[in-house]
């Protein structure tokens, strides 16, 4: 008979009878193994994890789901048992995994779809349903508040709490979209503001601005109407207020004054010198503004970009650094080259509204231009028809029609054609089956009953899921007829949506939040360490993993390459980071690593930059990002009143310490030392990683040492070898991306009762290869995602872990 365990949760006498349940077994049978290694710490004396086996049998495991998933989930990541104690090998472990997932999946007939409320558009929703509606680009975070996340992400239908503020967010923005959309004749002056980064460089031309210029910024702006509108322009500046970049102490002052041209589409439409000596105490501050420039309603490129003077290295004391404002306070030092720098451009307007030019949501919109009379009657109900039926993603309804025309005939009797569509438009804008994401049961429908979706609200799941968006006309062709829900079918729409570019969003929505990628805007490393890190660099580098998500959807590459793949996404300032040699100019570009040392997402400096802190790495934030985003398993939250590492010595014997020796001293603290047993080992392993993610050998001037052990004892000497021991696990990796997938495709947290369709879409998907497309047509398919319950919610992946 096996012998107890001796360390960890402490071990405790059992009862005789599980003594003898487990003797009359087999010695590496499932259940024994629960009862002579599991029950050592999870009894109903010490309830390790709140979590007592001592009369859990695996051949009821179905029985309890809550408490056989989460024994799945820590024996598949290889986490349980813990680091040391004493381990069954491998396969007997898997053999108790497998035991258990078929007592859990036996039962999976009898799972319920799982409920959620109805869903409301949230930001990049509404900004896409606005383009695809209107032909108009909106920012909805000027209007919309922040959404809510949960479970990573921000369509979780329950999160979505609705408030006054927020309808009321809404209704503003259905009437100024509509006045854009439309164009507005009696629109009055308003500040736009748009602000440079304090961390964007600006010695290199920016992208949408004129050649021949530096710096700056350049936007697209939506001009309400024709008319004049005046733009101002501000500096940064000094401590002391003076314009920074004013040259006086230079090696070589130019006796020219530095200019900003201020250009609409490309056109110059001003031309601004820069007073060298103004300063914050001046009337106007540091600020250039233009005299009235008349524009014409709708989308413009405005740019405002120092005119370039030279090109080539600066000729100063030191090297420059890459981010050209890094200090204010060396702008009165000799020897440095300072130039000035946009700190924003303001758009004020119009003045003397001259009338509305042809835009292209006009276009979109007024598909029939009338000539008076009953004309516009009949133009006015096929154009709200038309735009109403593909807001509300159905067939619109008569009764809704003549609620728009009513809005209509109100706005042409104030001020004419044109404004009767602008205020019906509103209408469509502020409608709850706009806003909202409605999933009607059959009329019908006995309580307690699940039911299938129709093929409408089917076609408007797989679109939101894919493209963000409401379903275009083949998809709502098919829906409408009936045929959408044909499994046939709907592979073949998934195929077809996966190949159209409006599937890009599955990167910057789907992957970016389940990266965490929103955490990169959060990171600005020390500029005293790492002075040529700048808004440019870490553009690159969260650009770089959504290319590369793309690529993998776009490419149907199998999901395994998220963390294998010798290859990536750079422009020439990324691939300088990495040591990528022959990358050159701004275009973002396929390239292989220059060595073995990168690999996968776990090589991205965006993965990196974010899981450190300003002045040094984060071994925990590291290894606490691999166990919650790649393995599913969080680590538990530290304890009360655990000082921070902060708190360590950064200093002994006259030398600073590593962060490694840092963080050895803190483990030693019998508080931390079971969680970071677990967590540290991962973090450490990318050690060779600095805080921006390029690579070094040495932290503080010591040899970095990524050595460690994993806590399966899987031995660790870098990130090669990290990377090995994952992929040892990758059914776990691709579990957990088809939880997170499947997640943000149903928009509500998955429970226990999910579990065995996961595993079932993971089975299936490895037969095809693993590649992207088999996870999305296995989630559709599913009955979760075709299919509703009016039950009460299912228990939560969130309490599971």
Wanted: with cysteine.
């Amino acid at each position: 008979m096996l012998k107890w365990p001796s360390v960890v949760c402490g071990a405790v006498a059992l009862g005789a009878a599980v003594v003898l349940g487990a003797e009359q077994a087999p010695p590496d049978s499932p259940q024994t193994v629960v009862t002579r290694t599991c029950v050592g710490c999870h009894n109903d004396r010490t309830r390790s994890g709140n979590l007592s086996l001592a009369a859990f049998d695996v051949a009821t495991a179905g029985e309890h789901p809550d408490v056989a998933e989460k024994m799945i989930r820590k024996l598949r990541a290889g986490q349980m048992p813990p680091p040391g104690s004493r381990r069954p090998d491998e396969a007997t472990l898997a053999r108790l995994a497998d035991a258990l997932e078929a007592q859990a999946d036996a039962r999976a007939n009898d799972a319920r779809p799982g409920r959620r409320t109805f869903q409301r558009l949230n930001r990049a929703e509404y900004a896409r349903s606005i383009h695809d509606l209107l032909a108009l680009d909106v920012d909805a975070g000027s209007y919309l508040p922040l959404d809510p996340q949960s479970a990573n992400f921000d369509n979780i239908a329950d999160a979505q709490l609705l408030s006054p503020t927020l309808m009321q967010a809404y209704l503003t923005a259905a009437a100024e979209i509509s006045r854009l959309a439309v164009g507005d004749p009696a629109a009055t002056a308003r500040e736009a503001t748009y602000a440079v980064s304090r961390w964007a460089s600006q010695r290199d031309h920016v992208d949408g601005a004129p050649y021949g210029t530096r710096g700056g910024v350049s936007v697209v702006h939506t001009f309400p109407a024709d008319g004049d509108y005046r733009l101002r322009v501000s500096f940064f500046h000094e401590t002391t207020g003076a314009l920074y970049g004013n040259g006086r102490a230079a090696l070589h002052t130019a006796d020219a004054p530095e200019q900003i041209e201020i250009s609409i589409d490309g056109a110059r439409a001003a031309l601004l010198d820069i007073d060298r000596w103004m300063s914050t105490s001046d009337p106007d501050g540091v600020n250039l503004r233009t005299d009235p420039i008349a524009i014409t309603a709708g989308p413009h490129r405005v740019s405002a970009a120092f005119i370039r003077r030279f090109e080539g290295p600066a000729q100063d004391l030191i090297s420059p650094l890459e981010w050209s404002l890094a200090s204010t306070s060396i702008a009165d030092a000799y020897g440095f080259t300072t130039l000035p720098h946009l700190r924003d451009l303001a758009i004020t307007g119009p003045f003397k509204v001259t009338g509305i030019s042809d835009t292209p949501s006009r276009q979109k919109i007024l598909t029939c231009r009338p000539r008076g009379g009953s004309q516009e009657v009949v133009c006015a109900r096929e154009i709200v028809s038309r735009l109403a039926a593909q807001a509300f993603r159905r067939p619109v309804a008569e009764r809704d029609v003549t609620a728009l025309m009513a809005l209509y005939q109100k706005g042409a009797a104030e001020s004419g054609f044109e404004a009767g569509v602008r205020m019906a438009i509103e209408g469509i804008l502020a409608s709850p089956r706009f806003v909202f994401r409605l999933e009607e049961p059959p009329a019908t429908l006995p309580a307690g009953h699940t039911y299938a979706l129709s093929d409408l609200d089917l076609a408007s799941r797989l679109s939101f899921f894919l493209w963000a968006t409401g379903p275009d006309e083949e998809l709502l062709r098919l829906a409408e007829r009936g045929r959408l829900s044909s499994p046939s079918m709907l592979e073949q729409q998934v195929r077809r949506m996966l190949g159209d570019r409006r599937s890009d969003v599955l990167a910057s929505r789907f992957a970016a939040q389940w990266l965490r990628l929103q955490d990169l805007e959060k990171i600005n490393p020390d500029v005293r360490f790492y002075p040529d890190f700048d808004d440019q660099l870490k553009i690159a580098m969260r650009r770089e993993t959504e290319l590369f998500f793309r690529h993998i959807v776009r490419d149907d590459r199998p999901v395994l390459d998220l963390f294998s793949a010798d290859y990536t996404f750079v422009d020439e300032r990324l691939a300088r980071h990495y040591g990528i040699p022959n990358v050159v100019g701004a275009e973002f570009r396929k390239a292989t690593y220059a060595d073995s040392r990168r690999r996968g997402l776990l090589a991205h400096g965006s993965i990196l930059t974010l899981t450190s802190h300003a002045d040094r790495t984060s071994p925990v934030l590291r290894g606490k990002w691999v166990m919650e985003v790649l393995l599913g398993t969080p680590p538990p939250p530290p304890p009360p009143n655990v000082p921070d590492l902060e708190a360590t010595a950064e200093s002994e014997d006259g030398r600073l310490r590593t962060v490694r020796e840092r963080m050895e001293q803190h483990r030693a603290n019998p508080a931390c030392a079971s969680c970071h047993r677990m967590i540290d080992p991962i973090g450490l392993a990318l050690e060779n990683f600095d805080v921006t993610g390029a690579w070094r050998i040495k932290d503080n001037g010591m040899p970095v040492d990524a050595a460690s052990a994993l806590y399966d004892g899987t031995p660790l000497a870098g990130p090669g070898d990290l990377r090995g021991a994952l992929l040892k696990r990758s059914r776990v990796l691709i579990q957990t991306f088809t939880e997170n997938l499947m997640t943000f495709a149903l928009g509500r947290r998955l429970g226990y009762d999910d579990m065995p369709a996961v595993r079932s879409i993971v089975r299936h998907a490895d037969a095809a290869d693993d590649r992207f497309s088999a996870f999305v047509v296995g989630i559709v398919n599913a009955p979760a995602f075709r299919m509703k319950s009016a039950d009460a919610p299912t228990s939560t992946a969130g309490e599971q872990r």
